[in-house]
């Protein structure tokens, strides 16, 4: 573990991982945005999970052991230091990993779903689309392709 951490040591001083990440995450979202505009938005969601990966890479495995750890006895919490340093080492860490998190959920992948549409969820969505307006008649809130989204029943 040691030798990893020297190893990895020259990766956590880039410029792109001061000031908690921003750089990166700033990096990565023009890169969604960019790859969006130039209609490869697949790419931009490969930089965007890499940038979120390098985040969660460095941060979650301390807070695995520290929960490894506490799994294992009260007594083992103590080497990790008083309760006011393990408290302010988790919540940075934690400062970290939400960004990372919710970038991962921001460039997750669409799928188109098809959604059948049996007679008794038919008529609950009539039921909720067409109901009395101002007038006292019905208004309809239907997609219409002039694009108006809101026409009057009869």
Same mark, same amino acid.
Request: hydrophobic fraction near 55%.
């Given at each position: 573990m040691r030798r990893s951490q020297e190893l990895l040591s020259p =990766?956590?001083?880039?410029?792109? !991982?001061?000031?908690?990440? &921003?750089?990166?995450?700033? =990096?990565?979202?023009?890169?969604? !945005?960019?790859?969006?505009? &130039?209609?490869?938005?697949?790419l931009g969601r490969v930089l965007a999970r890499s940038a979120a990966t390098v985040v969660i890479v460095r941060h979650l495995p301390s807070q695995l052991l520290l929960m490894l750890d506490l799994s294992a006895g009260p007594g083992c919490a103590e080497s990790w230091g008083p309760p006011e340093i393990l408290g302010q080492s988790v919540m940075m860490d934690l400062y970290h990993l939400v960004p990372a998190l919710l970038v991962l959920l921001a460039v997750r992948g669409r799928k188109a779903v098809q959604e059948d549409v049996d007679a008794p969820d038919g008529a609950v969505q009539l039921l909720i689309m067409v109901f009395p307006g101002e007038e006292r008649r019905p208004v309809i809130y239907r997609d219409h392709p002039s694009g108006k989204s809101r026409g009057t029943g009869p």
């Open positions: =990766l956590w001083d880039l410029p792109l !991982l001061w000031f908690g990440y &921003a750089p990166l995450t700033a =990096l990565a979202c023009g890169g969604v !945005l960019l790859s969006v505009r &130039a209609g490869r938005p697949r």
